[in-house]
C-alpha cells in the first residue's frame, strides 16, 4: 500500500486504474462467516489446499473435494441465493471513504497496527515454542527497515493527495505571455492559405459542441471540446510535434481553454485561429474588399486578391472531394482500451 | 550478515522513496489545481449572463462579488462597471493580488476582449481559486447591453456564439457527411471491462 501511495503521486502510476472489489454486504458477511469457518475446520485455505494436495496431502485432497460440492451447491442453487449474494450493494467503495479520513491518514494506522500485531504474534510465537534467549538474539532484527518504513508513511502524512502539477507542464508565467502576446495566435487568412493548399501540416480541431459540428464545420477539420483535450485518446495527435494543431470556434473563447488545457500539459505546435469561424466568414463573405483589387497599395491588393478568390474556392465547395486518406487517418483517435487491473487474493 | 543486508536494501528504498519525492517537489510548476481539475472547472462555470449581471447592477448586490476589470488602467479611468477594481491582464500573476482576490467572493472577470477574460479565468483557476466566472463580451457589449439600459435580446450574449449561419455560405456537404462518422469514434460506447475477476 504505501509504495503504490508513493507510485501513484509520483505519476508512475494511474491509482483510478485500479479494480476495486465492489462490495455487497451481505454476501461479504455470509462469505466470510463460511470462509472462516472452513479455514479452521479445514486447515487449507484454496491455495495452499491445491498445494498440500500436489504434495500427497490425503486431508487437501478431501479439502479439495469438499470445496468442489461447495461450488456445485452454490452454482446449483444459485437463484435462491440470489438476493443474499447481490443484497446490499455499496459500490466500489474503500474504508477510508466510508470512515471519512484521508488515504495517507489510513496507510499510516494500518501501517502501524500491522506492525504491532507482526511484534505481538512475533512475541506469542516465541513464548509458544519456547524458545531459548540465544536463537532470538541471533536471528536477524527488523528494526531498521521497521523503523523506515514508518519514516516513508509518516512523510506522505505530508503530502498531498494528488500532485498539482508535473514536471512537463508549461508554467503560468509562459501561458500568461503566449495568450496575452501574439504566439498563440494564427491569422483566418493563413488558416485559409493552408486550407486552400491542402497543407499537410494543418491540423484543425473544432471546439465547439458535437451537434454544431455536427452542423458545419471547416473542412478537414475534427472535433474535439475543451474539456476534451486531455482524453488519453488524443496524446499521439498531439505528439504529432511538426503539425500545426489550430483550435477554432464560433469566437476565441472555446478555443482560447483548449489552447491553455492542451499547452499546459505540454503539447508543443498548437494554435489559436483568431477571431474564429465568425470573423473567417465576416472577412471571407461580409467585410468585402473586392474594390481594393485595382489599389495601389500592394498588400492592400494582393490581400484583396487572394480574399476574392479564396471566397471563390469555398463558394465552389473546392476542397470537399479532394479530401484524401491521409487526413482521414489523423482523424481516428487509438482508441486505448483502458482494462482495470484486477487482483487476486 | 543478513540482517545487514536487510537494513542496507531498506535504506535503500527509502533512500529512494525520498529522492523521488524530493526531485517531484522541485520540478513541480506550482500550480494550485491540477490540469484536469481545471479543465472540468472551465467547462462547468457558466458564463455570467447579461441577464444575471443586469440583476446584480439593479439590485446593488455587487458587494457580493468581486467585480474584476482586466483591461489596462487607462481605460479603466475612462469608464468601467460600478464596484469593478482593476488588474490589468499583464499584471494578474503578481502577488500583490493575492490578498485582494483571496476574498472569499466569487470572482467575476471581464476584459476588452472575451476571450482575454476567458485566460485569465483558466490561468486564476489554475492558481487555485475556486470561484471564478467572467462576463461574456467585451466591454463595450456590456456597456451597450447592460449599462445604457438592458436588452433583454442579448439577455445571454457571447461573443463565442456562431453569428452566421456557416453552411449557407460554403459547401462543404460532403465533409459533413463524413464528419458525422468521424465524430463517432469520440464517444465509443464505453466497453465493459472484460477482466477476468480472479481469487484465490
Redesign the interface.
Known amino acids: 500500500m504505501t509504495g503504490l501511495m508513493f507510485l501513484g503521486y509520483l505519476g508512475w502510476v494511474d491509482l483510478s486504474l485500479l479494480y476495486v472489489n465492489p462490495t455487497y454486504l451481505y454476501s461479504a458477511i455470509v462469505g466470510g462467516v463460511i470462509m472462516g469457518f472452513g479455514f479452521i475446520l479445514g486447515g487449507y485455505c484454496p491455495g495452499t489446499s491445491f498445494v498440500g494436495a500436489v504434495i500427497g496431502k490425503v486431508d487437501a485432497m478431501v479439502f479439495i473435494v469438499g470445496s468442489l460440492i461447495g461450488i456445485f451447491i452454490f452454482g446449483h442453487f444459485y437463484s435462491t441465493f440470489e438476493p443474499v449474494y447481490t443484497g446490499n450493494f455499496l459500490g466500489h467503495i474503500h474504508i477510508y471513504d466510508s470512515l471519512g479520513i484521508s488515504k495517507s491518514w489510513f496507510a499510516f494506522m494500518l501501517v502501524i497496527v500491522a506492525l504491532i500485531a507482526f511484534m505481538l504474534t512475533q512475541m506469542i510465537e516465541d513464548r509458544v515454542n519456547d524458545l531459548s534467549a540465544e536463537t532470538i538474539a541471533t536471528r536477524p532484527s527488523y528494526r531498521l527497515p521497521t523503523l523506515l518504513l514508518i519514516a516513508a508513511v509518516f512523510i506522505f502524512l505530508f503530502l498531498p493527495e494528488e500532485r498539482k502539477s508535473r514536471m512537463s507542464e508549461v508554467s503560468a508565467e509562459i501561458l500568461h505571455d503566449e495568450v496575452y502576446g501574439s504566439d498563440a495566435y494564427v491569422s483566418v487568412q493563413r488558416v485559409i492559405y493552408q486550407v486552400k493548399n491542402q497543407d499537410e501540416k494543418l491540423i484543425l480541431i473544432d471546439t465547439r459542441s458535437p451537434k454544431e459540428y455536427g452542423h458545419f464545420s471547416l473542412p478537414g477539420a475534427i472535433n474535439m471540446t475543451a474539456q476534451e483535450v486531455l482524453n488519453r485518446g488524443w496524446r499521439n495527435l498531439f505528439r504529432k510535434d511538426h503539425r500545426m494543431k489550430v483550435f477554432f470556434g464560433n469566437g476565441n473563447s472555446e478555443a482560447t481553454k483548449a489552447y491553455i488545457t492542451a499547452r499546459r500539459s505540454g503539447y508543443d505546435n498548437v494554435f489559436i485561429m483568431e477571431g474564429g469561424l465568425n470573423k473567417m466568414f465576416h472577412e471571407l463573405f461580409v467585410d468585402i474588399k473586392d474594390d481594393r483589387i485595382s489599389s495601389t497599395n500592394l498588400q492592400e491588393r494582393s490581400t484583396a486578391r487572394f480574399m476574392r478568390d479564396a471566397r471563390i474556392f469555398f463558394l465552389k465547395g473546392g476542397i470537399a472531394p479532394r479530401e484524401t486518406e491521409e487526413r482521414r487517418m489523423i482523424e481516428a483517435p487509438e482508441q486505448h482500451e483502458v482494462i482495470p487491473v484486477i487482483g487476486g487474493c | 550478515m ?2 545487514q543486508q ?2 542496507y536494501s ?2 535503500l ?2 533512500a529512494i ?2 529522492l ?2 524530493a526531485f ?1 517537489q522541485v ?10 481539475r ?3 472547472m ?2 462547468d462555470k457558466p458564463y455570467f449572463s447579461y441577464a444575471d449581471l443586469h440583476q446584480v447592477i439593479s439590485t446593488d448586490t455587487k458587494d457580493q462579488f468581486l467585480i474584476v476589470d482586466l483591461r489596462s488602467t487607462i481605460s479603466f479611468k475612462k469608464d468601467h462597471l460600478p464596484g469593478a477594481i482593476n488588474i490589468p ?2 499584471d ?2 503578481n502577488r500583490n493580488h493575492r490578498r485582494t482576490l483571496k476574498d472569499k467572493k466569487p470572482v467575476l472577470l471581464y476584459a476588452a ?4 477574460a ?2 485569465a479565468q ?2 486564476l483557476l ?3 481559486y475556486e470561484d471564478v466566472r467572467i462576463i ?1 463580451g467585451s466591454f463595450e457589449t456590456i456597456r451597450e447591453n447592460v449599462l445604457e439600459g438592458f436588452n433583454p435580446h442579448n439577455a445571454f450574449y ?7 449561419d ?2 449557407r ?8 457527411s ?3 462518422s ?2 463517432a ?4 460506447d464505453a ?1 465493459e ?8
Do not use: W
Not at chain 2, 185 to 188: D, E
Not at chain 2, 193 to 200: D, K, L, W
Open positions: 543478513i540482517n536487510l537494513n531498506a535504506a528504498f527509502f522513496i525520498v523521488a519525492v517531484c520540478t513541480s510548476k506550482r500550480y494550485g489545481a491540477s490540469n484536469a481545471v479543465a472540468e472551465l467547462s491582464e499583464e494578474l500573476l476582449q472575451e476571450h482575454r476567458v485566460a483558466a490561468l489554475g492558481m487555485g461574456p457571447s461573443s463565442d456564439k456562431a453569428r452566421f456557416f453552411p455560405y460554403m459547401s462543404v456537404q460532403a465533409i459533413q463524413e464528419g458525422e468521424r465524430a469514434p469520440l464517444m465509443p466497453p471491462p472484460n477482466a477476468i475477476p480472479g481469487g484465490c
